[in-house]
């Protein structure tokens, strides 16, 4: 079994920054894909973000150019470096990993974006 637990989230105005750390309670050097999704009221989950073991990375039209995943290994952690921020970034974020063919998530954190 693997937890995840968010941090960094809050509120900020537009084309401010924020970084989102998810830590795992186990290594993750095995661990292949790691992304980070996103759920906005009354929208289905999205996927935003995913980096590979190999550290290639796949980003979201939507965010392409702006946000930055990444992962360190020996702390057991992905971030997601938000930058240049919009309203419609405004979500409960996601963290998320699969292993031994179980998806894990974490508990979310709120990003807002105010206008």
């Known amino acids: 079994q693997v937890q995840l637990v968010e941090s960094g989230g809050g509120l900020v105005q537009a084309g401010g920054s924020l970084r989102l750390s998810c830590a795992a309670s186990?290594?993750?050097?095995?661990?292949?894909?790691m992304g980070w999704y996103r759920q906005a009221p009354g929208k289905q989950r999205e996927l935003v973000a995913h980096i590979t073991g190999g550290g290639n990375t796949n980003y979201a039209v939507s965010v392409k150019g702006r946000f930055t995943i990444s992962r360190d290994n020996a702390k057991n952690t992905v971030y997601l470096q938000m930058n240049s921020l919009k309203p419609e970034d405004t979500a409960v974020y996601y963290c998320?990993?699969?292993?031994?063919?179980?998806?894990?998530w974490g508990q979310g954190t709120q990003v807002t974006v105010s206008s």
């Open positions: 186990r290594s993750i050097f095995s661990i292949n894909f």
């Open positions: 998320n990993l699969v292993f031994d063919t179980v998806n894990y």
